[in-house]
T-cell receptor, first 115, second 113 residues
């Protein structure tokens, strides 16, 4: 049984470069979340999709961050003009339902290092 | 502002003894509380949860206690095993929300054989 997968697992970018991080949720999962985890901290919410609709993007730190899920399955988190403070692990999670509480299953994350 | 706080960055216990991990929160509007466990280079995995209308939930070796008046919850692991060594995150779900999790900073548990 496939879980949530993310690619690449590691990404090194030079400051100013654009990056794209991919998330493949568990098949059939309606809800998809992106979180950012800085070193030594807990994950922090970035954005939430219900199918293809982005219902909450309140956690995106700036307009350089953009996420999409055009067909309600795979999602991409794009960061434009990366800066050193963007260095973090980016976690994707999916859940089966849309209700208030459904267990979120996390991928292994993408570790982004901006030089 | 940190709505969910884990004030102990690390904890070390002997195998077979009890591990107690603590978490404090500031928002009275949290509906659910969860504990996640994380191994290096892996994503967090769900461990146990508790609704805000309960004060205890037990699952095998794991028990979560909720003290709403003190805005405090704790995770008890007994008996502790070396395989329990990991980072433990406390998380909360606000009541007026789609389910996004608000995490604490994490506590690294080391269980010594």
């Amino acid at each position: 049984g496939a879980g949530v997968s993310q690619s690449p697992r590691y990404k090194v970018a030079k400051r100013g470069q654009d990056v794209a991080l991919r998330c493949d949720p568990i098949s059939g999962h309606v809800s998809l979340f992106w979180y950012q985890q800085a070193l030594g901290q807990g994950p922090e919410f970035l954005t939430y999709f219900q199918n293809e609709a982005q219902l909450d993007k309140s956690g995106l730190p700036s307009d350089r961050f953009f996420a999409e899920r055009p067909e309600g399955s795979v999602s991409t988190l794009k960061i434009q003009r990366t800066q050193q403070e963007d260095s973090a692990v980016y976690l994707c999670a999916s859940s089966l339902g849309t209700g208030h509480y459904n267990e979120q299953f996390f991928g292994p994350g993408t570790r982004l290092t901006v030089l | 502002d940190q709505q969910v706080k884990q004030n102990s960055p690390s904890l070390s216990v002997q195998e077979g003894r009890i591990s107690i991990l603590n978490c404090d929160y500031t928002n009275s509007m949290f509906d659910y509380f969860l504990w996640y466990k994380k191994y290096p280079a892996e994503g967090p995995t769900f461990l146990i949860s508790i609704s805000s209308i309960k004060d205890k939930n037990e699952d095998g070796r794991f028990t979560v206690f909720l003290n709403k008046s003190a805005k405090h919850l704790s995770l008890h692991i007994v008996p502790s095993q070396p395989g329990d060594s990991a980072v433990y995150f406390c998380a909360a779900i606000p009541s007026s929300n789609t389910g996004k999790l608000i995490f604490g900073q994490g506590t690294t548990l080391q269980v010594k054989p």
